[in-house]
């Protein structure tokens, strides 16, 4: 009876902590998608600047695909590792300036998380995740702001861990992998926030 206890008690509290694990991983259902606050692109500028988003989402999706199939051969390095994470981090950057226009809610936050970009050379892996994709570096924000953010921080984690180990062991391949494959699940996401 005591272990019938012990596993409930403490399947309570993984559920609870996979509970907060999705919330603070920006998770969104498509009704609270669709009640986000966003500005309509009235001018033909405003307009091109969507226009523009669009196409550098494809080229991400496209870009990350790459920097994966790349992780998987046996002719990775490091070097070409990090040109393809800074080409993400670049499409990136121009990404949220379209967030930040049509999502004028977010403007701070993701002005703040462009500021990782000049640490990239010195800071921890432990620091930026907890500051960066865990947000205590950031200010409080909608929950709509984070899928946009994760779009530069995965690239600058990667930037982190090839400079923590230019060899790619398999355990730094697999983070890398890992950090690539979470951002290409918040593409459509920012699709449908920052395009649709």
Same mark, same amino acid.
């Given at each position: 009876?005591?272990? =019938?206890?012990?596993? =409930?008690?403490? *399947?309570?509290? =993984?559920c609870l902590a996979l509970s907060q694990f999705a919330v603070a991983s920006g998770t969104m259902n498509e009704h609270e998608v669709s009640n986000v606050s966003r500005v309509d692109a009235t001018s033909e500028n405003e307009k091109?600047?969507?226009?523009? /988003? /669009?196409?550098l989402l494809a080229d991400y999706e496209i870009a990350a695909k790459k920097l994966i199939t790349n992780l998987e051969t046996n002719d990775s390095n490091v070097e070409t590792i990090n040109e393809q994470?800074?080409?993400?981090?670049?499409? *990136?950057?121009?990404?949220i300036d379209s967030a930040q226009f049509r999502l004028p809610q977010c403007k701070e936050y993701l002005a703040k998380s462009l500021?990782?970009?000049s640490q990239l050379q010195?800071?921890?892996?432990?620091?930026?995740?907890?500051?960066?994709?865990?947000?205590?570096?950031?200010?409080k924000s909608a929950?709509?702001?984070?899928?946009?953010?994760?779009?530069?921080?995965?690239?600058?984690?990667? =930037?982190?861990?090839?400079?923590?180990?230019?060899?790619?062991?398999e355990e730094t391949k697999l983070s890398i992998e890992a950090e690539i494959s979470e951002v290409l699940g918040h593409l459509?996401?920012?699709?449908?926030?920052?395009?649709?």
């Amino acid at each position: 009876m005591y272990l =019938i206890k012990l596993f =409930i008690f403490n *399947s309570f509290f =993984i559920c609870l902590a996979l509970s907060q694990f999705a919330v603070a991983s920006g998770t969104m259902n498509e009704h609270e998608v669709s009640n986000v606050s966003r500005v309509d692109a009235t001018s033909e500028n405003e307009k091109q600047l969507l226009s523009k /988003a /669009a196409g550098l989402l494809a080229d991400y999706e496209i870009a990350a695909k790459k920097l994966i199939t790349n992780l998987e051969t046996n002719d990775s390095n490091v070097e070409t590792i990090n040109e393809q994470a800074n080409t993400l981090l670049e499409l *990136s950057e121009t990404i949220i300036d379209s967030a930040q226009f049509r999502l004028p809610q977010c403007k701070e936050y993701l002005a703040k998380s462009l500021l990782l970009k000049s640490q990239l050379q010195d800071i921890s892996h432990d620091k930026l995740e907890k500051d960066y994709h865990h947000d205590a570096a950031l200010p409080k924000s909608a929950p709509e702001c984070y899928h946009t953010k994760d779009l530069f921080v995965h690239p600058a984690t990667v =930037i982190v861990l090839t400079r923590d180990d230019p060899s790619l062991n398999e355990e730094t391949k697999l983070s890398i992998e890992a950090e690539i494959s979470e951002v290409l699940g918040h593409l459509e996401l920012v699709r449908q926030l920052v395009i649709y």
